[in-house]
């Protein structure tokens, strides 16, 4: 459904239930052997081709994003963009990780440190990044060795669909990566719990992402090893306009990470936190630049912010809002928004107090609060106040206050006169800690240990005092039995 | 040597002769500034931190904090060993208060800054006028991010226009020939200050908002008889300028008014097509418009951009090859002299030389075309140029410190540039030989590529989608259509499917 306009059909998808369920882990389980015996350069490889294909049918993808979760154009383009890049980047950590590392140079005996992959992981993805979440997890759970069932949105199945297309041309064996769509309520709960699944990554809600942290660490009958959890969630996140900012930029900024892609992004800002001193300066164009943005349907190239992605969101959405008025001042709300679709005027509340519930709760919306504080003092400890740690920044020109806000914020990723969204793979790994994640750093160099085992295989290799000169770095797989 | 070369050697030394004659220093206001920008050239890491501090420092309100900020751009330990830059600042200003900084950084931005407003302004086109030397008025203006704030200063430049007209009635044009291509009143305008949501993925949505934004103040400048000039900025706007002006220019009530001019920017690999389909089109509408061309104002920027993005630098990576390339389309422009009136906006004596010596060669009366210089640079290249004989005409910036910014940080990156003329010819002192050679013959042919090539990004990470490019956007457009397409159809096949 185009939640641009909500009678018209995107695509159809199936709803799977309890028995397909059991048969894609069935399916998982019985490719987990060969596909963990394959060579890392293989898995590597099938990264690299799934990016070109992807790189192919780039703008064809990007399309479809446009329509079945209303992204703007350019915000589109960055998702396969991702996409792209999470596949390349992965397959180049596993290289990096692949080969058996000498763990010390001692005469007489070898041991090598190396990973092994976990079994069988289930992928349960979020429809704001449709391609590039999605991808990023299960490309990382394939390429380490595991196999994988993945889930998409139930708000983004086409393109979810669409991946498995790709990973198919690709050359995926069968078994190794399963696609299956259908309620979290249903499968999902009954994944997570299951005996055979050994890896959880997820994207998404708090909410959700505590349950499913919760109910794997029950062990169920039948079990054979702990279940590993990797959970990004939500953020509730800020950015402090020093004195000294130039506001032209600090709000531009402040603009696009609050209402870009109508801050539906983990990333996306919530709280502007703005010193007394240029409080006045700063809302005088904060509004006007608000009223400025183009809300239409994305469908139209230069669209900044299109539909909230269904319903549910638009309710909850104006909920919050309802709650803004209570709580704080309205001191901005588009007044025109396209009757059909699920359109959310941009909205800026003031006198908004740290305790209130709409600068603590995620709101997921183009929602921002703006928060007057004395200091910068202050100004930290309001932006690090809140339970969650995923993005937050400084506009600043002073190096001093720059230095001090580096040191001290609490965030996954902080960022210095810049916009808040936009993470680039590899460039800027992407997650943050406190009830925002794990810190897994999705795009980071630490991200593929998460769907490995560590491993060490020592051998004394002293005959009668005789040993060998000196043992190698790094020596082949083990792997048996031995690949051509 | 050719015989053009020759000529344009002649002319250059002609020039240098005059220039030399009314000694007068590249940076007329002496002191603070002259040390300053000496400084910078000698020493990469302060003049860094100085540009970065002069864009800092309108938005400091106390003399406390502009103190404070002073100390953190230059105590760094950094510069300890690079002859202890902190000193060598309190040196040049022993008694460092916050209040006498800023006034001499607002003297520097006065240097290029030809007024507060519009009333300032006119005693210095005054006494230009006096001096044969004409202007056209840029309002300076904050980064536009709302559409309030666009709408004020479009009726800001409104309002200058209608000021400049009632103030220059009765001047008469200083060459007093071909007056009628060269109206004495010149606004020259830039577009990102007119409509707050340019994005160039969607180039007709700029056009549509652009338009009706422009149209009151060019049918106003038509009344009074005024010219009005389209800056160009950086590449994600080219595409964008240039619609626009072939748009509206081929509209009924503006299609046969003559005083209407674009800019070209030489940098620009593009610009050489760019070049040909404006003339193209002007042929076609039928009626003269004219061209400013430049070697263009944004190289740092745009070889950061596209490096940081991993995209193909549109601009060329060799000064010389600018410096070529502007020679080039002087031709052009000059061959086609018939549709366009040409201005040539450069403080380079070769380049300025080269113009002449072609325009003879061709046979086109100097009173045809202009050379434009900005106001606060190259004073004596400009009385120069008004002793032979040609049309001058001055950029004058108006507008306050803060939103001046911007625009100053671009001058003196300008005038401390490793590779600009004025800081090779005034404070360098290099040779009129060696000032005037053939610019295609300093470009190295290994020098093709980036210094620091965008191809490394690129292996990072996959470059976004250029917007600005029309092919890119082309392609994206096809496959939303095609998908809409396929969407609109079967949703309406299913709903006729549930009625039946
Ligand atoms: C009246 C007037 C109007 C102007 N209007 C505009 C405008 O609308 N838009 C705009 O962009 N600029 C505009 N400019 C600015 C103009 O682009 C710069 O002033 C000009 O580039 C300086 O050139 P020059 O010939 O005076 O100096 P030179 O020193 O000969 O040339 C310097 C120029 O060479 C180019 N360059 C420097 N390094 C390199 C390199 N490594 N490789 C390739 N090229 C290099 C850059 O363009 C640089 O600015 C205008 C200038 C004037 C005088």
């Known amino acids: 459904m185009n939640p641009s306009a909500p009678d018209e059909i995107v695509g159809y998808g199936s709803e799977a239930g309890i028995p397909e369920a059991e048969h894609v882990v069935k399916a998982a389980r019985a490719a987990f052997g060969k596909w963990s015996l394959t060579p890392f350069e293989e898995r590597a490889c099938l990264l690299e081709r799934a990016a070109d294909i992807l790189e192919r049918r780039r703008f064809e993808l990007s399309a479809v994003e446009v329509f079945e979760v209303g992204k703007p154009w350019n915000e589109a383009d960055a998702d396969i963009r991702e996409a792209i890049d999470f596949c390349r980047f992965y397959a180049q950590q596993m290289r990096r990780l692949g080969p058996p590392k000498l763990t010390q140079q001692v005469p007489g005996e070898e041991s090598y440190h190396h990973y092994w992959p976990r079994g069988v992981a289930f992928v349960i993805a979020p429809w704001n990044f449709p391609m590039a979440i999605l991808c990023g997890m299960a490309s990382a759970a394939v390429v380490t060795g595991n196999t994988v069932i993945m889930k998409p949105s139930e708000q983004s199945i086409i393109c979810g669909a669409m991946l498995m297309q790709v990973f198919e041309e690709a050359g995926v064996p069968p078994g190794v990566l399963n696609f299956l769509s259908g309620r979290g309520s249903v499968i999902g709960v009954h994944l997570v719990d299951h005996k055979d699944v050994d890896l959880i990554a997820f994207t998404g809600s708090r909410e959700v992402g505590l349950r499913i942290w919760q109910s794997a660490g029950v062990t169920r009958p039948g079990q054979r090893q702990l279940k590993h959890v990797i959970c990004e969630m939500g953020g509730k996140n800020a950015m402090i306009v020093d004195a000294d900012a130039d506001l032209g930029e600090a709000i531009g900024y402040s603009i696009y990470s609050a209402f870009g892609y109508q801050g539906q992004k983990c990333s996306a800002l919530s709280r502007l936190i703005l010193l007394e001193e240029n409080y006045d300066r700063v809302m005088e164009r904060l509004i006007p630049a608000a009223a400025s943005l183009r809300v239409g349907n994305p469908e139209e190239p230069g669209i900044m912010v299109g539909p909230v992605i269904d319903e549910a969101a638009y309710r909850r959405i104006l909920d919050y809002i309802e709650i803004g008025k209570k709580e704080a001042t309205l001191a901005y709300q588009a007044k025109e928004v396209p009757p059909h679709g699920y359109f959310i005027p941009p909205t800026i509340f003031t006198d908004v107090k740290p305790n209130m519930r709409i600068a603590r709760e995620e709101i997921f919306g183009p929602v921002l609060s703006v928060l007057k504080v004395r200091d910068l003092d202050e100004a930290l400890e309001v932006a690090n106040g809140t339970y969650y740690a995923l993005t937050r920044g400084l506009f600043s020109h002073s190096p001093d206050n720059i230095e001090r806000v580096k040191a001290q914020l609490e965030a996954g990723n902080v960022y210095i006169n810049r916009s808040c969204t936009g993470a680039i793979v590899g460039r800027h790994p992407f997650g943050g800690f406190k009830m925002s994640g794990g810190g897994t750093k999705a795009g980071g160099e630490d991200y593929l240990l998460q769907f490995l085992i560590p491993r060490v295989v020592t051998e004394n290799t002293s005959r009668l005092g005789l040993v060998p000169e000196e043992t190698p770095e790094y020596r082949d797989e083990f792997l048996w039995p031995k690949h051509q | ?500």
Request: charge should be positive.
């Open chain 2, 1 to 500: 040597m050719t015989a053009l070369q020759r000529e344009i050697e002649r002319r250059g030394r002609r020039i240098f002769e005059l220039v030399d004659k009314h000694p007068e220093p590249l940076f007329s206001k002496a002191g603070f500034y002259q040390r300053l920008m000496a400084l910078s050239m000698r020493d990469e890491r302060f003049k860094a931190q100085l540009f970065r501090f002069v864009d800092v420092l309108p938005s400091l309100r106390r003399s406390s904090e502009i103190v404070e900020h002073l100390d953190e751009y230059f105590s760094d330990d950094g510069f300890g060993p690079l002859v202890g830059v902190g000193v060598r600042l309190a040196r040049i200003v022993p008694w460092v208060s916050g209040r006498i900084l800023r006034w001499n950084v607002s003297g520097m931005a006065r240097q290029f800054i030809a007024g507060r407003n519009p009333d300032d302004v006119m005693a210095t086109l005054r006494k230009r006028h006096a001096q044969k030397i004409g202007f056209t008025v840029d309002l300076l203006g904050e980064g536009v991010v709302s559409e309030a704030q666009a709408d004020e200063y479009a009726a800001r430049y409104l309002d200058l226009l209608e000021k400049l007209a009632r103030e220059t009635k009765g001047w008469s044009d200083p060459l007093g020939k071909n007056s009628e291509l060269f109206p004495v009143v010149n606004l020259s305008v830039k577009i990102s200050a007119l409509y707050s949501q340019i994005s160039p993925a969607d180039p007709a949505d700029a056009i549509a908002h652009l338009a009706p934004k422009l149209r009151p103040l060019l049918r106003r400048a038509r009344e009074l008889g005024a010219f009005i000039n389209f800056d160009m900025e950086s590449y994600a706007h080219k595409n964008i300028t240039l619609e626009l002006f072939k748009t509206i220019f081929t509209e009924e009530e503006f299609k046969d008014w003559p005083h209407a001019g674009i800019v070209i920017q030489a940098y620009l690999r593009d610009s050489e097509a760019d070049l040909r389909g404006l003339v193209e089109w002007g042929r076609a509408r039928g009626t003269r418009f004219a061209l400013r061309l430049v070697k263009g104002a944004y190289w740092d920027y745009e070889t950061t951009k596209s490096r940081q993005n991993g995209w193909d630098c549109p601009v060329y990576f060799q000064k010389p090859e600018s410096d070529a390339n502007f020679e080039a389309l002087t031709r052009v422009l000059f061959e086609n002299e018939s549709i366009v009136t040409a201005a040539f906006g450069s403080h380079n004596v070769r380049s300025i030389a080269h113009t002449q010596a072609l325009a003879d060669e061709l046979g086109i009366d100097r009173s045809r075309f202009e050379f434009q210089l900005l106001y606060g640079m190259a004073g004596p290249i400009k009385r120069a140029l008004v002793e032979m004989g040609y049309r001058v005409r001055e950029y004058c910036p108006v507008g306050e410190l803060l939103p001046g910014m911007a625009y100053l940080v671009r001058r003196l990156l300008e005038n401390t540039s490793n590779e600009g003329f004025l800081r090779a010819k005034f404070a360098e002192n290099l040779s009129a030989e060696e000032l005037l050679r053939e610019p295609r013959e300093l470009v190295k042919p290994d020098g093709a590529s980036p210094p620091d090539s965008a191809s490394v990004v690129r292996k990072q990470a996959q470059p976004r989608t250029k917007m600005a490019r029309t092919k890119c956007r082309a392609h994206c457009a096809k496959c939303a259509s095609a998908l809409a397409k396929s969407i609109h159809s079967s949703s309406a096949a299913k709903k006729s499917g549930r009625m039946s």
